[in-house]
Structure formats: structure tokens, C-alpha cells
């Protein structure tokens, strides 16, 4: 997978109206999180947060999972997991998006 096409999934995701039809679950935004981080940043070093930062620790944890992962397959379960949720909804928009990102 490209860094072109992973940019691009990125800037969907990041211009997705918060009442629109495509809704990440919260698992998904995880899941996007995670890969985004390790795309972009590598392995997560960083120290686990507090008892109370209940988003934080769950974050931290996403990213943690899935230590050793390459930037190359970050990228690619990234998109891939962006296309399949536009492939579920399958509307005009989504089916704009999934073209614009596969000719990133």
C-alpha cells in the first residue's frame, strides 16, 4: 500500500461530517488510531497512562497491540479497514471516496 493512498485515507477520515452516513464505530476509530500511530511513529515507547485516563490507557493499548508491525502493513490495514466501511454504506459519497483513494 502507498503512502499516497494511506494520506488519503487519512484526510477522509479526518473530513468525516460527525452526523454523516459513514460512522466509524468507536472499535474502528481504535483501530484507525492504532495504525495511524504506527504508520507515522513506529513502536509505541511511550510510558502507559494513569489509572484515570481511562482514553488514554485504551489509546495506549490499541497502539501497543500492534508493536512490530511495518510502516508498509500499517498503511495497508489503514486503507483497507477505510475501504471496507465504505464499502458497507455503498452511497454515492462513499463510492466518490473509495475512488479517490484508489487513485491516490
Not at 3 to 28: C, H, M, N, T, Y
Not at 69 to 85: M, W
Amino acid at each position: 500500500m502507498s503512502k499516497a493512498k494511506f494520506d488519503k485515507a487519512v484526510e477522509i477520515i479526518g473530513a468525516l461530517p460527525k452526523d454523516g452516513p459513514i460512522k466509524p464505530s468507536q472499535d474502528d476509530q481504535l483501530y484507525f488510531y492504532k495504525y495511524f500511530k504506527q504508520a507515522n511513529i513506529g513502536d509505541n515507547k511511550t510510558d502507559r497512562p494513569g489509572l484515570l485516563d481511562f482514553t488514554g490507557k485504551a489509546k495506549w493499548d490499541a497502539w501497543k497491540s500492534v508493536e512490530g508491525t511495518s510502516t508498509e502493513e500499517a498503511y495497508t490495514k489503514y486503507v483497507e479497514k477505510l475501504l471496507e466501511i465504505l464499502r458497507k454504506v455503498d452511497d454515492d459519497n462513499s463510492k466518490k471516496l473509495i475512488s479517490e483513494i484508489e487513485a491516490a
